[in-house]
């Protein structure tokens, strides 16, 4: 008789362990350095996804836990979190951020067969080169940015002496590059273009160079940490310079670092999807939580997403089933509507300009925004409610 309990409690708990089964994901970024700012913001995007997927009873049946990487940004850290994750047995990281991150590391994902959606990484070799079809994005990309910035610029600074700098990272060389070259396909010829190293905190030698070009605008290819220093660094020697960048400044730390130096700052990034129905509960959730939805928080909600109704699809969480459904699927998310193409790259709108004021980033007038997509002008449509054909 005690046999048959015991191998019964056993039997118990087996059937238990099967019920209350966990599926380890992974999230990946700079979760300490100089870009903890955007860790963060991948970080809270992921709880949140991982607490409202649970709260609804999980993916088939499975609770999701998560699993924390900080790459700080660093390359090799990158590979290292990527192999951690490997170790765990993950299925799926949301990751990385910084494309210089994600690169190196989508080799790993593809060798150990783990599916790798990146909220953030904008360059464009992350999905042209991609070195296995389980590679994804769910933000646009930098030739897509430097399109939308270079045109803004000819139409609205035509006789601006332009400098580009960059701070020959993958990603801000990268959108410095692009950025350029359409300028140049518009007829505009930069007055200076010179790289800068990240990580300093004295620019002044760059700022007075700039300066004694008289350069009416700054278009610089890097992150907001750098961006503020030099934004602070431009105003304390008189310089009324117009600075423009990328997406790497969708942060409230740029104007924690600039304060009002930071005022007029340009910046592209997709349009915001704070502003969308679909993520008004999620983005009042966090606001009850003294949270922010900021930057990439709701484009790492919106990969989860993608991925979790996958494996419903899939009917597991096995990688070739998942990249079949993630290739086939049409996905609702907090950012929209979506699918993949061919490359791994999302089919979303691209990109508009913001501008900095009063501490926080908004569009710009939106009758100024140039050469948006369609469907850019269609989802600001959705969310402004401007019109699309003078948007355009």
């Known amino acids: 008789m005690k046999k048959a309990l015991l191998a019964g409690a056993a039997l118990n708990l087996v059937f238990a362990g099967s019920a209350f089964a966990d599926i380890t994901i992974g999230v990946a970024g700079p979760m300490t350095g100089?870009?903890?700012?955007?860790?963060?913001?991948l970080?809270?995007?992921a709880e949140q996804a991982v607490a409202d997927i649970n709260a609804k009873g999980?993916?088939?049946?499975?609770?999701?836990?998560?699993?924390?990487?900080?790459?700080?940004c660093d390359p090799k850290q990158a590979v290292?979190?990527?192999?951690?994750?490997?170790?765990?047995?993950?299925?799926?990281?949301?990751?990385?951020?910084?494309s210089g991150s994600s690169i190196p590391a989508s080799q790993v994902y593809a060798d150990e067969q783990i599916v790798q959606i990146s909220p953030a990484s904008t360059n464009p070799a992350f999905t042209d080169q991609r070195p296995g079809p389980g590679i994804y994005r769910v933000c646009g990309r930098d030739d897509q940015q430097g399109e939308v910035a270079a045109a803004y610029i000819a139409k609205n600074f035509p006789d601006a002496k332009v400098a580009i700098i960059n701070d020959k990272t993958a990603y801000g060389k990268g959108l410095a590059d692009e950025t350029q070259k359409n300028l140049e396909k518009q007829g505009v010829k930069p007055a200076l273009v010179e790289s800068y190293t990240a990580g300093e905190k004295d620019y002044t030698a760059l700022v007075t160079k700039l300066k004694q070009a008289g350069v009416d605008l700054l278009y610089i290819g890097g992150y907001h940490t750098e961006a503020g220093l030099m934004a602070r660094q431009m105003?304390?020697?008189?310089m009324d310079t117009q600075i423009m960048s990328g997406d790497a400044l969708v942060t409230d730390e740029y104007w924690a670092i600039t304060g009002d130096a930071g005022q007029g700052t340009l910046m592209t990034f997709s349009p915001d999807p704070r502003k969308n129905e679909a993520a008004k509960p999620v983005v009042d959730e966090l606001n009850k939580k003294g949270q922010t939805a900021e930057g990439y928080v709701l484009y790492t909600y919106a990969a989860i997403q993608a991925w979790a109704q996958a494996v419903e699809k899939a009917g597991s969480t096995d990688y070739d089933p998942v990249v079949k459904a993630l290739d086939d699927g049409d996905f609702n998310t907090v950012i929209g509507d979506l699918s993949f193409d061919d490359k791994g790259d999302v089919t979303l709108p691209g990109y508009v300009v913001y501008e900095w004021k009063d501490g926080k980033y908004d569009y710009v007038n939106v009758a100024e925004n140039t050469d948006m997509t369609e469907k850019g002008g269609d989802q600001l449509k959705a969310s402004e409610g401007v019109d699309t054909e003078k948007a355009k």
């Open 34 to 41: 100089q870009y903890a700012s955007f860790g963060q913001q």
């Open 43 to 45: 970080k809270v995007g």
């Open 58 to 72: 999980g993916v088939n049946g499975e609770m999701l836990k998560l699993s924390v990487g900080d790459d700080a």
């Open 80 to 98: 290292a979190v990527a192999n951690q994750f490997a170790s765990q047995g993950v299925p799926f990281v949301a990751g990385h951020f910084c």
């Open 235 to 238: 105003k304390e020697q008189g």
